[in-house]
């Protein structure tokens, strides 16, 4: 069974960076498109970007095209988020996500595609 964690969170000044990581087990995740979520306090979980198990696919959403990019590593079983030039908006918990139902070339950034998740690990932009 596969399961997902994320680590990598924390507090940042607007501006700074973070790389938020999603670490597979049980299971290798190259057979896997993965997908990054956030969710915001009251406000409902949003999907932000994704990459194919092939890692030739990715999608952005326009809110972080630009400043976030989203990375594979299938020999770490590993998930990278890296994250530019944030923003206090930019502040909520973030998951990550698996399904192998999209094929090696594709990915969606919507909550229902996606079977496995992450626990979630908290962002906070704030000065």
């Known amino acids: 069974q596969l399961q997902l964690v994320e680590s990598g969170g924390g507090l940042v000044q607007p501006g700074g960076s973070l790389r938020l990581s999603c670490a597979a087990s049980?299971?290798?995740?190259?057979?896997?498109?993965v997908g990054w979520f956030r969710q915001a306090p009251g406000k409902a979980r949003e999907g932000i970007l994704c990459?194919?198990?092939?890692?030739?696919?990715?999608i952005y959403v326009d809110s972080v095209k630009g400043r976030f990019t989203i990375s594979r590593d299938n020999t770490e079983n590993t998930v990278y988020l890296q994250m530019n030039s944030l923003k206090p908006e930019d502040t909520a918990v973030y998951y990550c996500?698996?399904?192998?139902?999209?094929?090696?070339?594709?990915?969606?950034?919507?909550?229902?595609?996606?079977?496995?998740w992450g626990q979630g690990t908290q962002v906070t932009v704030s000065s």
């Open positions: 996500a698996a399904d192998y139902g999209f094929g090696a070339t594709l990915c969606g950034v919507s909550s229902y595609e996606y079977g496995t």
């Open positions: 049980g299971l290798s995740l190259d057979s896997y498109s």
């Open positions: 990459i194919s198990s092939s890692g030739r696919s990715t």
